[in-house]
């Protein structure tokens, strides 16, 4: 049997945020759009192969392990009007279909979202469903939770300091999503719940990657603040990104940079059980894996990372290469607000895409870390993985300078 197409599609991802992320730190929006058009067209492309290979097949057992799910009687109606809406190819159509995409779409996309990035399934991120504020604790609470005598001015102060009601609507995330003509004239008999597994695979592709973007480097304007951004002060509503901590080993240079998250911004004292830690993936390949998979003679593979302390390793191309941002991930707080969002709109601004039908959804949150100590930005550039131990047995080894 071959690939499954969620395997196939994972592929498809992760060369789509490789040259997404390429052109977009070398400013080539041309090429931005290249890769995503050449993503979601290669995508429905896998889509299409499984349905001429499955259509005939009604068991959903089988069907779901192909990626597909049974919709409900909402999700169903929905799908059965935007394919008749896209069908004709007419903005008009679209326009008119102001029904919001059903909340248990949106739901389903959050969960795809997770399952394929590893980044956001280690980041608790809580459906806002429609609300507009959500409470955050601000700082590590426990040591100001009780106490002998009378509850002071300054107590209740502090207390009342901690607790932030943060805005879960003040940043919104256009995603942009294709409809390849040819998928459009061919296969739109589809059955709705296929036209589901093609739009959730790619809003869920979308939109992870403007999260996984700003939860490590937004700066705070009309976007989540990044964890590796300095919450403590903002200039013109931008926050500034902290200088990186240049470390030479996960010994005793990675233990120092811990003991500063053990450490509240009021500097209480505050336990941490777990660190996570987000690398590039060229990074992951070429040191932290070699880290993790130490092999020591008489004691066998040793993960030097965990063993200095118990770290959750994640990769994101949206992290530099040299670069690793690690903290709490209970200490970030991300809301996304798509109960009142999911209306679909016909797009026909970006005239780069001129062999497809472009529509848009927009989702709506915040995310910011609790605390300016919760996350750390560090230098890996200068860490060496280990080197390979060689066992000699007689004779003897003539070095490269010898």
Do not use: C
Not at 137 to 142: D, E, S, T
């Amino acid at each position: 049997m071959g690939m499954k197409n969620n395997d196939l599609i994972n592929q498809e991802s992760q060369k789509f945020a490789q040259k997404l992320t390429t052109a977009l730190q070398e400013g080539d929006a041309g090429g931005a759009a290249e890769a995503m058009q050449e993503m979601q067209n290669n995508i429905a492309q896998i889509v299409e192969k499984e349905f001429e290979q499955y259509k005939g097949i009604g068991d959903m057992d089988v069907l779901q392990s192909r990626g597909l799910r049974r919709l409900t009687s909402e999700e169903s109606a929905w799908y059965q009007k935007f394919i008749g809406a896209v069908k004709t190819g007419a903005k008009q159509e679209i326009t008119n279909l102001t029904a919001a995409m059903p909340v248990t779409i949106i739901d389903r996309v959050i969960s795809d979202m997770k399952k394929r990035h590893e980044l956001l399934e280690a980041i608790d991120i809580t459906d806002a469903a429609g609300a507009q504020k959500l409470v955050m604790n601000g700082v590590q609470m426990a040591s100001k939770l009780g106490g002998w005598g009378k509850v002071t001015g300054a107590i209740a102060a502090e207390l009342k300091g901690a607790i932030k009601m943060i805005d879960v609507t003040v940043a919104k995330y256009t995603a942009y999503f294709i409809i390849p003509k040819d998928f459009v004239k061919f296969n739109f008999t589809f059955a709705p719940m296929w036209v589901d597994q093609y739009i959730r695979i790619i809003l869920s592709e979308s939109i992870a990657f403007g999260l996984e973007k700003t939860m490590i480097s937004g700066d705070g304007l009309d976007q989540f603040i990044g964890m590796t951004m300095d919450v403590s002060t903002a200039t013109d509503g931008r926050y500034s990104q902290k200088a990186a901590v240049p470390i030479k080993n996960f010994d005793e240079d990675y233990l120092k940079v811990i003991a500063g998250l053990a450490k509240d911004s009021n500097d209480d004292d505050r336990t941490v059980p777990e660190v996570l830690m987000v690398v590039n993936p060229q990074d992951y390949i070429k040191k932290i894996r070699r880290i993790q998979n130490t092999l020591i003679y008489g004691t066998g593979s040793i993960d030097l990372i965990n063993n200095t302390y118990p770290t959750k390793v994640v990769q994101s191309s949206m992290i530099g290469e040299g670069k690793a941002a690690v903290g709490i991930a209970g200490n970030y707080f991300a809301a996304i607000n798509g109960g009142e969002s999911g209306i679909i709109e016909f797009d026909d601004s970006n005239q780069f895409l001129e062999d497809n039908r472009v529509y848009t959804t927009r989702v709506y949150g915040n995310g910011r870390p609790v605390d300016n100590t919760s996350f750390a930005y560090l230098d890996i550039s200068e860490v060496e993985p280990p080197a390979l131990p060689v066992l000699i047995k007689g004779g003897s080894v003539i070095t490269k300078t010898e």
